[in-house]
């Protein structure tokens, strides 16, 4: 199926849903009483700010890489250290 969305302040746009996602958003407006495009709207804005959160992060710890504050470690040895430190809260020793 194929949506257009307009919001006052975006400008339109058109999504294609396959039929069990458009069923879902259909479903949830019914349950809430809100409008579909409504709703695809909260949906997006709270995927973007999730992202953009998500890309700062990633981009902080590439800087304290870059600039030596923190050092990579193997993945082995990742690993081997939260088995450590499972066994030892398992076993009650910190």
């Given at each position: 199926?194929?949506?257009?969305v307009a919001?006052?302040?975006?400008?339109?746009?058109?999504?294609h849903l396959n039929p069990d996602l458009e069923?879902?958003?259909?479903?949830?407006a019914a349950k809430?009483?809100?409008?579909?495009?409504e709703l695809v709207?909260?949906?997006?804005?709270?995927?973007?700010?999730?992202?953009?959160?998500?890309?700062?992060?990633l981009d902080s710890r590439y800087d304290d890489l870059k600039g030596g504050r923190v050092k990579l470690i193997d993945?082995?040895?990742?690993?081997a250290r939260m088995r450590e430190?499972?066994?030892?809260?398992?076993?009650g020793s910190t």
């Open positions: 199926m194929t949506r257009t919001n006052p302040s975006l400008k339109a746009w058109k999504s069923k879902k958003l259909n479903d949830l809430t009483g809100r409008r579909t495009d709207e909260d949906v997006m804005t709270g995927y973007l700010n999730e992202l953009v959160e998500v890309r700062g992060l993945g082995e040895e990742a690993f430190k499972s066994k030892r809260r398992r076993d």
